[in-house]
Nanobody, 122 residues
């Protein structure tokens, strides 16, 4: 099973940027999907972005304009670059490893990180 540890969260003002990192041990090598999810207080967890072993990426709704998912396999790390952050982006962000890339994120998730908090103030 993959161990996932997120970092990079914090508090920023609207319009700011953050880069989240997810260190995976071991990093999947084939037939995998890696994704970012988020959960705001009182809301269900939702997919943010995903990437599969072929480098295909998916994003939720209009987030692709501001968010970029990427991976550095040499560093065993998944990233989420977030720009022009808005107060609605405030949530706990989770890294996940799964098997199938779907419309938003991954299906058949078998590993979750502990999450990293992102707070955006107006």
């Amino acid at each position: 099973q993959v161990q996932l540890v997120e970092s990079g969260g914090g508090s920023v003002q609207a319009g700011g940027s953050l880069r989240l990192s997810c260190a995976a041990s071991p990093y999947p090598t084939r037939n995998y999907c890696m994704a970012w999810f988020r959960q705001a207080p009182g809301k269900e967890r939702e997919g943010v972005a995903g990437i599969n072993a072929n480098g295909i990426t998916v994003y939720a709704n209009s987030l692709q304009v501001r968010f970029t998912i990427s991976e550095d396999k040499a560093k065993n790390t998944l990233y989420l670059e977030m720009n022009n952050l808005k107060p609605d982006d405030t949530a706990k962000y989770y890294c996940a490893a799964g098997k199938v890339l779907v419309e938003v994120g991954c299906a058949r998730v078998n590993s979750w990180g502990q999450g990293t908090q992102v707070t955006v103030s107006a």
